[in-house]
């Protein structure tokens, strides 16, 4: 049998001899060898185009970085050359002062009984003869002058201490403090004090009237009670005597807020019940 070149395409006579050759088969081995040719062809392509794809991009990251490594170092050199500026401190440029012109003057010194042997010599009382003939004047400190015409004589100014004004803060009425203010001995003694104290209106009484009565009153910072005043009222009588009680209560111990005595609104519910 003699030698078949397959990619002749030889075979597929040989096989397909004295048989319908019209068949899809025949004509789909008959392009096998294009088929292959085309394949590698293809594949060689790709595989050149992938690799000079490659090649390309590793030329162009390394221009990059020699582009980045080399303005790196640019900038450095600018830095390097850029001379320093030292920041000079501002002068400080002071006023120049107008000289007061004051005159010459003389302490008055007050009359003192000593012995004579105990009195210095300018310590003696002038007579009124020298005191018209010095140019000086008498004050209360000793001042050398320096223009005795035009000059002001100095005088010892007493300035009195005034009491500073009252700050806002301090009379300022706080509704909400970091302590409230209490009754001496708690909320147990100022309920025993009230019914011991708390005269039940006679009216209120033959009437069979009672009822709560709220009252809201400022403790001071001092725990004096003030600005008492009836918020719900019952009945008039009731109301006066309640406001009578907490007008008569002792002094309690003040609300403090920030760890300093302020006044404080308090509001205290007052109970009339009849037995």
Known sequence: MAKIDLISNAWCDLVYEGRNQEYGGYKLRKGTGKRNIWSILIVLIAAVVIFSAIAIKNVIQANQKVAVTTGVELSQIQQKRQPKVEKKTPVKIEEVKPVEKVKSS????????????????????????????????????????????????????????????????????????????SFPGGDAALMQWLNS???????????????????????????????????????????????????????????????????????????????
């Open 106 to 181: 003389i302490k008055f010194t007050a009359p003192v009984i000593k012995k004579d042997e105990d009195v210095k010599p300018e310590e003696e009382m002038k007579s009124q003869d020298d005191l018209q003939k010095t140019k000086t004047t008498i004050g209360a400190l000793n001042v050398q002058g320096n223009d005795e015409i035009g000059g002001e004589v100095l005088k010892a100014k007493e300035e009195i201490a005034q009491p500073e004004p009252p700050k806002p803060e301090e009379n300022k009425i706080f509704d909400v403090v970091e302590e409230r203010p």
């Open 197 to 275: 104290n708390i005269k039940y209106p006679v009216i209120a009484a033959e009437n069979g009237i009672q009822g709560r009565v709220v009252v809201q009153f400022v403790v001071s910072k001092t725990g004096a009670i003030s600005d008492a005043k009836v918020l719900r009222g019952v009945d008039p009588s009731l109301d006066r005597e309640a406001l009578r009680v907490v007008n008569s209560m002792p002094n309690w111990t003040p609300g403090k807020q920030n760890g300093t005595t302020v006044n404080v609104r308090y509001t205290l519910p007052v109970t009339f019940r009849l037995q």
